[in-house]
């Protein structure tokens, strides 16, 4: 349909200006886009990043090895540029899957209210009081280790609190005006979620995912230095810098640089999150980033 | 006020159980005999099968979740599989050096995380406040593994000026107490720091753009009175919400920060216990952990009607 | 072994360190040798803190499930009745002396003796203690040491005689560790023993606090005498502390806090080279890494996969990248120190391409299992690299101890990547839980009426020279049939303060404090 | 020597990036013992006038402020921040529009107003408790001891008033600002807190600066009055003069569109049309130009300067003399007339809605809040209902009954005989067809997010009716504005406009009954009138029935044709609009009527002469 179309680029327009015009989501933008581009070109490396040399053991940066060789030679910059795709997955996918199914429970919850809502905030309650590594530590070790399931633990513990901040959106939204026109039209209830609130909830998403994905990702990083996360010989940040710390003192580089990146990357999401809220103009303090 | 006390804390009692069934699930879906732990690996099949009946994993799941859940009601929470003692003691024994990090980090907070963050926002848009908030996304985006490492090979290892383990009971030695939970309440609190500087900048900006702020400029009082009474009280409650929530991710973090600087505290109980298959003890101390976030959840509600008069329950 | 292109800094440090352990061989051997008299000048008192990767579960030595890194502890608070030497020879301990006739044997008990809770130590409690471990009601992770045990009976109070059901050339080996610690009968039937230990050792038993340390006290009424006379233990106390990272123990070990190490891995100890206030000695105790391929299924029931399997690992690269060079490679489980040992045994040579051809073209896919504790599964990453190249297609499991051992019993994996400290207390005690068709080891699910032939004629000889024969026939078919693939073994030096002296090992290197003293 | 005199006062936001002139060279005065009221619509400049007085316009660089302020003899512009500091409040103080959010929610009274003595005055404690309890007794708080301890949130909203008011006095200012004192309180409140500024002003003998948008408040409580528009002074004069003979059209079109009490009822109003310019860009020749129905080319090319008319009076505008259409084009609606015919389009049968106060361990309910307490009403086809009541009379719970917003706890509401509560299929498609909304606040009831042609097209596509484009148009077109507003969002739209958006998506649907809630409240004086007329309007045109929600009975009185005043959940006093405005029985009808700003029984000091009739 023609005017959505323009609707939608038009009411996002301020926003994106907004955005680029801050200086922190200049930052974050291109550390984003850095990291996805690597994930999305890694195939392109072949295995260099898996091709071990024990002659080339933990050397610093060269020549050849632009940032150094790791505990069993391999290419510390293959690999980290092979480990963007485990980050970009748990900031996309788990994030995307706890951001979809924690808006529509908090949709629910927050929509209609009684007995559905008492008894998904329960549950939300007693799943957000347990420490957020303790449950996807759990959950990792009942599953079984490894990316898919780091993938779904990191969602198992996000999903809650996606629930609860779109519940708390939704309670303050339905009780707007333009929500009752609605509603006393005749608007069906799902169209009403969809066109009336969900392009509301945007920007606090928007804000919330971007704080999400970074706890999502030191949550990974967490895992992988318990052991629990992204399996061998796949590389990940997280394990990449677990394994750095304990050749810290024989080669600086090795978890210094995969430990730049997490850093990197994990700032431009923090980053990007003040930028998306200060573009939506939103001071919320359930927003403030919790792990 | 005491009834509304009375009545969270009844609503507590769904939530906990949620949390006990949760919990009891997910720890049987771990793989893994508990027994060879206990055992040895080299344990034959007969001893193994004749511990397992004797830890009752022999009966069916909702007898053994309505043991434990019964054993806790009666406040037993059951004893080690590892090392037969009372799981309560353990976790008695466990929880000053997870207390004593906790509340070190928070104090670091409130020390240093709210002046600054005042600073950052009466400073705002000054290079004073550019770094303050810029050390504070360095504070949130860093690992507490990678931190905790870096603090250690630097601290301990280069400058020698603290050791790099070990736990000393407050109790006994003061002093060395102290000195050994340096770098670990850093490496915790550096998170909540970073957070409540962040809350305190925003949330005190927003209070200093309300109306009575200017009806507080309108009556030609001081710029340090305005900042400290009219907005920055205004501004906390906020932040102790935030702040409060941090309690959940300060135990995410005593986890590995425990694990990293060996202190024997509940982050290394819960752990180790997951990975050595010790279910009561986890659960026990998973349990006492979810009961006291809950708590400071009431008490931060608490908290609020007490700085913000409005509130009344 | 070392190549041109090594890295320099570790090439010093192994040069370095190469120097230190010839050197100090020679302290070490009169440390651990019968003649400790040099010991008697040195500094009395003091409190030894030791840092301890491997808090024990339990301190009833007759539970203890640890194969032997619990006696480092337990041999604070217990004596046995006889004691091995470091030889192999045994000497006298709570029992003055002992007679072998046949299928009994007789002790005389030492007299005066008395548990750190006063009760007297007599045939009864010694009684009291062996029938604990045989009574299968105590589930006593030992039962099986003492199995040809029929009857111990109290002749009078100083002398004890234990009935054999058949002919044990072990059971003098097992009463001198765990199976024959003595405990006071008064205190193991209080209740709550297991952390709470009373026995007639050098220390007393003060505290124990999960995690954190565990601490003993010098015995003023210690039985023991120095050679020179001299009241034992000279320490005025042992506190263990336990600290699990490797990096931590290490920068405790620089830093002085803790004097003495149960084993660092060697990227860590070969930091530690060149501090002059630390002492490294290799005692000849290593860690054996293997990888046991599961014959039961498809592919490792074809000897060809296995032979390729064996071609492709690089056992060289392994080590190196795994034990920062500080390894041997061995055919087994033995050390070049063994008596069992013979260097003419050697597995195939590394050949990634030959076992391409073998496999023929397609790769093959096998599940390797390991352990999450490093540096497994650095090795097992390794050992996926090498196996692709080598045309296999491995898929890598890291799992948690009780995981893998559950898939490996079940056979549930087709190659699984362990370790065993060695030497053992008696070769029989690495091989037969492995590689009898019987043992409850035994992962490969070998069914090997050869090897259990040979095992058997090892077991139940007392000729070393038979035995000696038979071990190296077991290890000649156990490598030309490619059951297992020994990987390296990296050293584990003892590691100590140079201030502390005295050490005594045990034959599988485990530690003795009686003697130990700390220089001021 | 005036008491304070601004000259060519100039206030530019973004000065260095998109420059707004908010205030543009005003020129004021007061007299000791004066009230100057300065008056304008949203926009006009008088508030950030008012800030630069008391120097708490935004800091450089965001914004900069030229000309002079003089207060005695003092220069304030070369004031340093220490020098404000003894200024506000010590000597101008101010009075702010919304009291619930000018008191810090977290400190009490006593503190608050103790800090604003203490910051300019050496006293102790004590003292200055006892000063601030001076204060709330100047500003006749009621109980004063026992407020000291009090919080903002344990007072009314009139109590808040006060004590904001005291809080601006404490420290005993000679000159004060009030700036919208009473526009957030109940009619009732209003009328006390701008007579108690009277009596304040005259016994200290203080300034006064009142800055309102209501003219009737002008009227009756100025000596002099500033009008301003688009940041400047466009009139200036006694209060009398200005109002009894204004000399520019703006002055003279506000004043024909304020609703009045006195004016006929059921009377056009005369509106302004257009809307306020943008001040963001700059524009030759007079500001109001655009909507002056007496402009000539050279308004358009030339800025009027402010010229003497009459003694004291100044106006700019090139011909001020030029005759307006003036009010008396207002024409009678000829349907107004007559009792209600045929049966009545919605009806209200004993409707009680209570909601429950839970207390105690159980949250057993221990109290009900009536908010409906048993009221019947009838709406008749074709006729407007005035809803009339103060905050918290329950008439907008009432009508969320109707709305289905709301279940009543007892009665009936029906509609063309569907009982609402449990209407069937077709029925509840009826009701949602046929009941539309126009709600208060033209900020919220537009969905953001939407284009203009997705919220016309909305209700049409629920209920299958033709949203074609030219359909779309064709309502825009029905409330005065053109299909170029289609592909825009409501972000573009001024107030004024918004709500005419939202009585086009109303009429969508093509209704019988539009709920008005407070639909014209929060729009200016001229914008008002355009909408009133427009519901007007329509009305006629589609046989509409209207169930206005109001607070002000002069707003309502070019619309009602019947009224029902409403008071603790219960109708007072219900009938035709002519015998309510003219012989109320109900003694808080009567309240109402002349509480009402403007109302002619209030005329203390003759001022008002010039604007009764």
């Not at chain 1, 038009?10 to 200049?26: I, K, M, N």
């Not at chain 3, 840092?51 to 041999?75: C, W």
């Not at chain 3, 050992?383 to 948690?400: D, I, N, R």
């Given at each position: ?282 001071h919320?303090p ?6 | ?105 928070l104090l670091?907070a409130v020390l240093i995380g709210i002046p600054a963050g005042v600073l950052a926002a009466v400073r705002r848009r000054t290079?004073t406040d550019?770094?303050l ?60 720091v970073?957070?409540v500087l962040r809350q305190t900048r925003g949330s005190l900006l927003a209070a200093l753009g309300e109306d009575y702020i200017r009806t507080a400029e309108a009556t030609g009082l001081r710029r340090r009175r305005i900042v400290t009474v009219y907005a920055l009280r205004n501004a906390l409650v906020p932040v102790v919400t935030v702040t409060a ?55 931060t509600?608490l908290v609020y009607a007490w700085l913000d008069p409005r509130i009344t329950? | ?520 | ?50 800030l630069?007085?008391l120097g708490l316009?935004p800091r ?20 340093d921040a220490r020098g404000w500091r003894s200024v506000r409040g010590r000597r101008v103080a101010m009075v702010f529009q919304d009291p619930s959010t000018a008191l810090n929610p977290l400190l009490t009274l006593g503190t608050q107003i103790a800090d604003a003595i203490r910051a300019h005055e050496p006293v102790g404690r004590a003292a200055a408790r006892e000063r601030a309890l001076a204060a709330l007794?100047?500003a006749?708080l009621?109980?004063p001891g026992t407020r000291l301890e009090q919080y903002p949130h344990q007072l009314?909203?009139?109590m808040r008033q006060r004590a904001a008011i005291a809080l601006a006095l404490a420290a005993g200012p ?440």
């Open positions: 349909m023609a005017t959505e179309t323009t609707t939608t680029r038009d009411a996002r327009r301020p926003v994106l200006t907004r955005l680029l015009r801050d200086r922190r989501a200049r930052f974050a933008l291109p550390v984003l886009a850095t990291v996805a581009v690597a994930a999305v070109a890694s195939p392109l490396l072949g295995d260099r990043s898996a091709a071990t040399d024990t002659d080339r053991l933990l050397t610093g940066p060269s020549a050849r090895h632009l940032l150094g060789t790791d505990e069993l030679g391999r290419d510390v910059l293959a690999r980290i540029v092979d480990g963007a795709a485990v980050t970009l997955a748990v900031a996309t996918v788990a994030v995307g899957l706890a951001l979809v199914l924690g808006t529509l429970l908090g949709l629910v919850a927050g929509y209609r209210g009684g007995w559905i809502d008492a008894l998904l905030m329960r549950t939300v309650d007693g799943l957000l009081a347990f420490p957020l590594l303790v449950l996807a530590l759990t959950v990792v070790a009942a599953l079984g280790p490894g990316l898919r399931n780091a993938l779904i633990a990191i969602a198992v513990v996000a999903t809650p609190r996606f629930a609860r901040v779109v519940r708390g959106e939704v309670l303050s939204l339905r009780t707007r005006e333009w929500v009752s026109a609605a509603h006393i039209v005749g608007v069906p209830t799902p169209a009403l979620l969809r066109r009336h609130l969900l392009p509301h909830l945007a920007g606090t998403l928007g804000v919330f995912a971007a704080l999400q994905a970074s706890t999502a990702i030191i949550a990974e990083a967490s895992l992988s230095f318990l052991g629990l996360g992204v399996q061998p010989p796949q590389p990940s940040w997280g394990a990449m810098v677990a394994a750095g710390t304990d050749h810290l003192d024989a080669s600086w580089s090795l978890s210094v640089f995969p430990g730049l990146a997490i850093l990197l990357t994990i700032a431009a999401f923090n980053l990007l999150a003040d930028a998306l809220r200060d573009a939506f103009d939103a919320r359930d927003l403030t980033p919790g792990r | 006020m005491i009834g509304y006390l009375v009545r969270r804390l009844a609503q507590l009692i769904p939530v906990l159980f949620v949390v006990s069934v949760v919990l009891f699930l997910l720890l049987r879906l771990l793989p893994g005999d508990p027994t060879t732990e206990i055992l040895g690996q080299e344990a034959s099949a007969a001893d193994r099968a004749a511990l397992r009946a004797d830890l009752g994993l022999d009966t069916p799941l909702w007898r053994q979740f309505l043991d434990w859940i019964g054993g806790v009601l009666t406040g037993d929470l059951g004893r080690s599989w590892l090392t037969d003692e009372p799981v309560a003691g353990v976790i008695v024994d466990r929880l000053p050096a997870t207390v004593e990090l906790g509340l070190i980090a670091l290079a550019s770094a908030t810029g050390l504070g996304v360095l504070a949130l985006s860093t690992p507490h593994f990678y931190l905790a490492a870096l603090l250690i090979l630097v601290f301990a290892i280069w400058l020698r000026v603290v050791p790099p383990s070990g736990y000393v009971p407050f109790t006994e030695d003061p002093a060395g107490n102290l000195v050994r939970m340096v770098l670990p309440a850093i490496t915790v609190g550096s998170t909540v970073a957070v929530l941090q309690i959940g991710a300060l135990m995410s973090a005593t986890v590995v920060t425990e694990t990293i600087f060996t202190l024997p505290g509940m982050g290394t109980l819960i752990v180790n216990g997951i990975f050595s298959r010790d279910l009561p003890v986890v659960q026990g101390a998973v349990l006492v952990v979810v009961t006291f976030v809950l708590l400071v959840n009431l008490v509600d329950y | 072994m070392d190549t041109p292109s090594v890295h320099p800094a570790l090439l010093s440090r192994r040069a370095l360190l190469g120097g230190t352990v010839g050197a100090l061989a020679a302290v070490s051997l009169a440390a651990c040798g019968s003649d400790s008299g040099t010991a008697g000048g040195k500094g009395r008192g003091g409190t030894l803190t030791v840092g301890f990767d491997n808090e024990p579960t339990t301190l009833d030595p007759a539970l203890s499930s640890a194969i032997s890194s619990d006696r480092n502890v337990l041999n604070l608070f217990y004596d046995t009745l006889l004691r091995q030497d470091r030889d192999g020879s045994f000497v006298p301990a709570l029992a003055d002396r002992w007679t072998e006739d046949g299928r009994t044997v007789t002790f005389t008990l030492r007299e005066g003796v008395t548990f750190h809770d006063g009760t007297p130590f007599d045939a009864e409690a010694a009684a009291f203690n062996l029938r604990r471990v045989i009574d299968p009601a105590t589930r006593s992770t030992k039962a099986a040491a003492l199995k040809n045990v029929g009857s111990v009976d109290v002749v009078d109070a100083r002398t004890l005689r234990l009935t054999l059901k058949a002919s044990d050339p072990l059971l003098l080996i097992h009463l001198a560790h765990e199976p024959g610690m003595m405990a006071s009968p008064t205190a193991v039937k209080a209740g709550d023993y297991g952390r709470k230990p009373v026995g007639t050792g050098p220390f007393v038993f003060d505290a124990w606090r999960s995690k954190v340390q565990l601490t003993g006290k010098r015995n003023p009424t210690y039985w023991r005498r120095a050679t020179d006379g001299s009241a034992l233990p000279r320490l005025e106390q042992v506190v263990f502390r336990f600290v699990t990272d490797t990096k931590v123990l290490r920068a405790e070990v620089t830093t002085g806090g803790v004097q003495l190490v149960r084993t660092l891995p060697p990227e860590e100890f070969n930091q530690l080279a060149g501090d002059k206030q630390i002492t490294m000695t290799d005692t000849g105790v290593r860690r054996s890494y293997y990888v046991a391929l599961n014959v039961t299924r498809a592919p490792f029931n074809d000897p060809k996969v296995r032979a390729a399997f064996a071609m492709a690992i690089d056992r060289e690269g392994v080590g190196k990248a795994a034990a920062g060079g500080q390894y041997d490679l061995a055919p087994s489980f033995a050390t070049a120190k063994d008596w069992f040992y013979d260097p003419s045994i050697t597995p195939p040579a590394l050949d990634p391409a030959g076992a391409k051809t073998a496999l023929g073209g397609t790769p093959v896919p096998i599940t390797v299992v390991a352990r999450r504790r490093a540096p497994d599964p650095t090795i097992a990453e390794l050992l996926q690299s090498q196996l692709t190249a080598a045309g296999f297609a491995p898929k890598v499991e890291v799992l948690e101890a009780q995981t893998q051992l559950d898939r490996m019993r079940k056979q549930d994996f087709d190659a699984a990547l362990l370790v065993i400290d060695i030497p053992r207390l008696d070769p029989s005690l690495s091989f037969d839980p492995y590689f009898s068709s019987r043992g409850s080891n035994n992962w490969s699910g070998l069914a090997d009426s050869t090897l259990d032939r040979l095992l058997d004629t090892a077991a139940a000889s007392e000729d070393r020279a038979v035995r000696k024969q038979a071990y190296v026939e077991v290890q000649k078919r156990i490598v030309d049939e490619n059951y297992w693939v020994f990987l390296h073994q990296p050293k584990s030096p003892l590691i100590h303060s140079a201030k502390l002296s005295g050490i005594v090992l045990d034959v599988d290197g485990q530690w003795r404090l009686d003697e130990a003293a700390l220089a001021s | 020597m005036p008491l304070l005199s601004v000259e060519h006062l100039t206030v530019t936001f973004n000065p260095d990036s998109r420059p707004v002139p908010a205030v543009t060279g005003v020129d004021l005065h007061v007299d000791a013992g004066e009230t100057l009221a300065v008056v304008g619509e949203s926009g006009s400049g008088k508030t950030v006038t008012a630069s007085v316009t450089p660089p965001a914004c900069r402020t030229t000309g002079t302020i003089r207060l005695g003899d003092t220069d304030l512009t070369s004031l007794e100047l006749r009621p109980q009314s909203g009139g000679q000159l004060l600002i009030a700036d919208e004192p009473t526009t957030a309180l109940d009619v009732a409140v209003q009328a006390e807190i701008l007579d108690m500024l009277d009596t304040l002003r005259r016994d200290l003998g203080m300034g006064l600066i009142l800055i309102t948008h209501d003219l009737g408040t002008v009227a009756t409580h100025a000596d002099r009055v500033a009008v301003m528009y688009a940041g400047r002074v466009v009139e200036t004069g006694p209060t009398g003069q200005v109002l009894g003979d204004p000399r520019m059209p703006y002055t003279r079109a506000l004043l024909a569109a304020t609703p009045r009490l006195d004016a006929p009822a059921r009377q056009r109003l005369v509106a302004i049309g257009g809307h306020p310019p943008d001040l963001a860009v700059a524009a030759p020749g007079c500001a109001f130009a655009p909507r002056c129905p007496v402009a000539l080319d050279v308004c358009r090319d030339e800025r009027p300067a402010l010229r003497p008319h009459a003694p004291d009076q100044l106006a700019a505008c090139h011909h001020p003399e030029a005759p307006l259409p003036g009010p008396v084009a207002a024409e009678h609606d000829p349907t107004s007339a007559g009792e209600p015919t045929g049966e009545p389009v919605a009806e209200f049968d004993e409707v009680v809605l209570h909601y429950p106060v839970r207390r105690g361990l159980l949250r057993r309910v221990v109290d009900r809040v009536r908010a409906v307490d048993g009221v019947s009403l009838r709406l008749w086809p074709g006729r407007t209902l005035a809803l009339v009541g103060e905050s918290g009379s329950g008439k907008t719970s009432l009508t969320r009954t109707l709305l289905r917003l709301e279940r009543p706890t007892g009665g009936t509401v029906s509609y063309s005989g569907i009982d609402v509560t449990r209407p069937d299929r077709e029925q509840l498609r009826r009701l949602q067809r046929e009941v539309q909304v126009v709600f208060q606040n033209p900020y919220a009831s537009l969905d953001p997010r939407m284009t203009v042609a997705q919220i016309l097209a909305e209700p049409l596509r629920v209920h299958r009716l033709d949203a074609s484009r030219t359909e779309l148009v064709r309502l825009l077109e029905q409330v005065g504005l053109d299909a170029a507003a289609l592909d825009r969002h409501p972000a573009a739209f001024s107030g004024g406009q918004r709500q005419r958006i939202a009585i086009a998506r109303a009429l969508g649907p093509r209704p019988r009954l539009i709920v008005c809630d407070e639909a014209v409240s929060a729009l200016d004086v001229s914008i008002q009138a355009q909408v009133l007329n427009l519901l007007a309007d329509l009305q006629r045109e589609h046989d509409l029935s209207y169930l206005f929600i109001t607070h002000d009975l002069a707003v309502v009185r070019s619309v009602a044709h019947d009224i029902a005043v409403m008071r603790h959940g219960r109708i007072v006093e219900h009938g035709p609009a002519e015998r309510i405005y003219g012989s109320p029985t109900h003694e808080y009808t009567r309240l109402l009527l002349e509480m009402a700003p403007g109302h002619p029984t209030q005329a203390p000091s003759g001022r008002t002469a010039a604007w009764s009739r």
